[in-house]
């Protein structure tokens, strides 16, 4: 394909996506309110402050297979292949955002399933990290599938974490789709750079709506398969491209990685069920910490969205590290190693920043009142 023709085929994406989400908005918020799920407010990791629609997930997708449908004369095999595979993960999604309880065990089961039916119809894993000492582990197939299962699903979940500020799911897209088609453009995978292309202008096309107000959000069905088509154009670039290292895909993906893997040792350590949502993920931190210690705690309105622009800086550094060393896994592993220890000492000292600011201020609420009884 032309320049042109994907200038074009993007701004129709671009354009289908934004007019899905806002009918979507439109609706809920008249006379389908059923796609606003029940309840919606009262989830534990909710960060927004007004019933929203969660089907925005559905009209990125959406989009997205529509303007690679047009593609299918150079693409229908992997097209298919991805799409067929992230059926289960994307039905079960779905069911939960219209008030279909699905549990979590059955949402993990659901994208195990979708990663293995991945690895079966696009014969791709992860063969190899170009670091010597585990590379021998990979020469084994059987190691090397559940390793690559285990691992897309987890980038999958991930998303899914990371679905809650205004916004933040939308740029991570834009982010990370532009650090894979990036790598792509760099060893000619014109295929992979073409889906990374609609994938992110559907992706703009929610976010348009989503930010800065959060009419609407990805969901389940959305934040899964999203993660879920990310990690596996990832995984599909470094298994048909020698000069990629399967490490510097899952760098462009450090963040959600990290997040997930901070809230099952987090969740370890409390001898909560691994699967326990919670308030702890890190761009809550953010979010909580521009509430608590600047704007006010009625002024989440802003807090959120400010929140989600401030982590970008810090999402798009291991997805241009991952484009730079993409034919270098030492120092893509390096970079992943050095960026998780900063991520934890950052995480721990919001924390400890957080739990100062509050009980600087229960110390002034105590003493106000005191005064106030003298």
Not at 277 to 283: E, R, S
Request: include cysteine.
């Amino acid at each position: 394909m032309i320049d042109i023709e994907i200038i074009v085929l993007s701004t129709v994406t671009v354009a289908t996506a934004f007019a899905l989400c806002l009918s979507l908005v439109v609706l809920s918020q008249s006379r389908w309110k059923f796609l606003i799920r029940n309840g919606d407010l009262k989830a534990v990791q909710t960060a927004h402050s007004k019933p929203a629609s969660r089907l925005g997930g559905v009209a990125v997708i959406t989009a997205f297979v529509a303007g690679a449908g047009l593609t299918y004369g150079h693409s229908g095999t992997l097209l298919l292949a991805l799409l067929l595979s992230a059926t289960p993960l994307f039905l079960s999604g779905a069911a939960e955002d219209l008030g279909y309880n699905v549990s979590p065990i059955g949402r993990l089961g659901a994208a195990l399933l979708s990663c293995a039916l991945a690895v079966l119809l696009t014969k791709s894993w992860i063969d190899g990290t170009g670091v010597g000492v585990l590379n021998p582990l990979f020469d084994w197939v059987p190691f090397a599938v559940l390793v690559t299962i285990f691992g897309t699903a987890a980038v999958s979940h991930a998303f899914n974490l990371i679905d809650g500020l205004n916004g933040l799911s939308g740029f991570m897209s834009l982010i990370v789709n532009a650090g894979i088609g990036a790598t792509a453009v760099i060893v000619d995978d014109h295929e992979i750079a073409i889906f990374c292309t609609l994938l992110a202008s559907a992706s703009l096309g929610f976010l348009l709506i989503n930010f800065p107000s959060g009419k609407i959000f990805l969901g389940d069905a959305g934040a899964y398969t999203l993660g879920f088509l990310l990690a596996w154009l990832g995984v599909v670039l470094a298994s048909r491209n020698e000069d990629v290292t399967p490490i510097a895909m899952f760098l462009i993906l450090f963040w959600p990685l990290a997040d997930i893997i901070m809230s099952i040792y987090r969740r370890y350590l409390k001898k909560q069920p691994v699967l326990h949502p919670d308030k702890l993920h890190f761009h809550q931190i953010v979010m909580r910490g521009l509430e608590i210690g600047i704007l006010g705690r009625r002024r989440r309105s802003i807090a959120n969205p400010m929140a989600a622009v401030l982590m970008i800086p810090a999402i798009s550094a291991p997805a241009v590290l991952g484009v730079i060393f993409h034919a270098s896994p030492g120092a893509a592993a390096f970079s992943m190693f050095l960026l998780f220890v900063a991520f934890v000492v950052s995480y721990n000292i919001g924390v400890r920043f957080l739990s100062k600011i509050r009980k600087g201020k229960k110390m002034a609420t105590a003493t106000s009142a005191i005064s106030y009884r003298s």
